[in-house]
């Protein structure tokens, strides 16, 4: 079970389900939204990651800056 604790940080864009992402994806490696490795970022949000159902950890999620295709796609893309 995954939940988030609060929305996300930039408008128009959702936090993804981390039980969605790849491992590089959930240490700040690459983009949540387009999997790309990150050579800038901002902070997306938080969220509760819950692994093998009893290890919560809260994980802070990063995507591209400036935004990435993928935040283009949920709508919070600059063009």
Known sequence: MTTCPQPSLLPGIELPDPE?????????????????????DQLLG??????????KEEVELYVCRPLCAGAAQQGGGHG
């Open 46 to 55: 938080t969220v509760v990651w819950t692994c093998g159902g009893v290890t």
């Open 20 to 40: 969605t992402l790849t491992g590089p994806q959930l240490q700040g490696w690459n983009c949540v939204l387009c999997g790309q490795r990150l050579l800038a």
